[in-house]
């Protein structure tokens, strides 16, 4: 039995019923233009085809079927599938997929990147960045290493720089004569020529003297530069004489 009725639209809508204690009650069931209370609805016949299609590639897998039938039946189901669900659906950035998905299609590389995916070119400015960065260069521009806090250091000792320097007391004997401009921490005076003299010896043109005996040496610390030493014979005789040092730099 059926029920007449109308639907929004005011067209006619026929919905299938079953007596109940002499009652027709409706079944909730849309009859199709036959008039018969199969099931018919809107999507039936894309899901038909789907079932279709899959029912092929089964009977292919079965070994029912030749290798051109089951790309057709693959073939067959994508194009229901299509049919059933949009592209958008599909993928979250649209490709257009007119037919069966195609090689370039299904590669990753047809895919969108992700927000903030590295590149190609941004991955060669990284490397290319890195040796740069590497090499003996000013501290500013070096890379920073953090050895580990429980690495063993080995330092090397600094070998200290000497430089010869030589000295002659002036013709005036009490006149006092600065060594040459030397930079240095030390100054190491080797009063040990053959004709030796006593030499008194003060620092920075002023204040007491030291007195360096004939045969000996006196190493004085704390200075800049070698000139900051002034000497002359300690018997302030007018007779020149030559005596040598040593200017070290740490």
């Given at each position: 039995m059926t029920i007449k009725t109308k639907d929004r639209d005011d067209a006619d809508l026929d919905i299938s019923s079953k007596p109940v204690a002499g009652v027709e009650v409706p079944q909730n069931i849309l009859l199709n233009a036959a008039g018969t209370t199969a099931i018919d609805p809107a999507t039936a016949g894309k899901q038909d085809d789907a079932i279709a299609a899959l029912d092929g590639i089964a009977d292919a897998l079965a070994g029912r079927a030749t290798e051109e039938t089951l790309a057709a039946g693959i073939a067959a189901l994508l194009s229901a599938l299509g049919d059933l669900l949009t592209n958008t659906q599909l993928r979250a950035s649209a490709i257009a997929v007119t037919g069966p998905l195609t090689d370039e299609q299904l590669r990753a590389s047809a895919l969108p990147l992700p927000t903030g995916a590295a590149t190609q070119a941004t991955l060669a400015a990284v490397?290319?960045?890195?040796?740069?960065?590497?090499?003996a260069k000013a501290g500013a521009a070096s890379l920073s290493?953090?050895?580990?806090?429980?690495a063993v250091h080995v330092t090397k000792e600094r070998v200290p720089t000497v430089v010869i320097?030589?000295?002659?007391?002036?013709?005036?004997?009490?006149?006092?004569t600065a060594f040459a401009d030397q930079a240095c921490d030390m100054l190491d005076v080797v009063n040990t020529a053959p004709a030796a003299v006593d030499l008194e010896v003060r620092r920075g043109g002023a204040g007491n003297t030291i007195i360096v005996p004939a045969g000996s040496s006196r190493a004085f610390v704390g200075l800049a530069n070698a000139n900051q030493l002034q000497v002359r014979?300690?018997?302030?005789?007018?007779?020149?004489?030559?005596?040598?040092?040593?200017?070290i730099t740490a």
């Amino acid at each position: 039995m059926t029920i007449k009725t109308k639907d929004r639209d005011d067209a006619d809508l026929d919905i299938s019923s079953k007596p109940v204690a002499g009652v027709e009650v409706p079944q909730n069931i849309l009859l199709n233009a036959a008039g018969t209370t199969a099931i018919d609805p809107a999507t039936a016949g894309k899901q038909d085809d789907a079932i279709a299609a899959l029912d092929g590639i089964a009977d292919a897998l079965a070994g029912r079927a030749t290798e051109e039938t089951l790309a057709a039946g693959i073939a067959a189901l994508l194009s229901a599938l299509g049919d059933l669900l949009t592209n958008t659906q599909l993928r979250a950035s649209a490709i257009a997929v007119t037919g069966p998905l195609t090689d370039e299609q299904l590669r990753a590389s047809a895919l969108p990147l992700p927000t903030g995916a590295a590149t190609q070119a941004t991955l060669a400015a990284v490397l290319g960045a890195l040796p740069a960065s590497l090499g003996a260069k000013a501290g500013a521009a070096s890379l920073s290493v953090v050895p580990a806090s429980d690495a063993v250091h080995v330092t090397k000792e600094r070998v200290p720089t000497v430089v010869i320097v030589s000295l002659q007391t002036a013709a005036a004997g009490a006149t006092y004569t600065a060594f040459a401009d030397q930079a240095c921490d030390m100054l190491d005076v080797v009063n040990t020529a053959p004709a030796a003299v006593d030499l008194e010896v003060r620092r920075g043109g002023a204040g007491n003297t030291i007195i360096v005996p004939a045969g000996s040496s006196r190493a004085f610390v704390g200075l800049a530069n070698a000139n900051q030493l002034q000497v002359r014979r300690l018997d302030q005789s007018n007779a020149q004489v030559t005596f040598t040092g040593e200017a070290i730099t740490a």
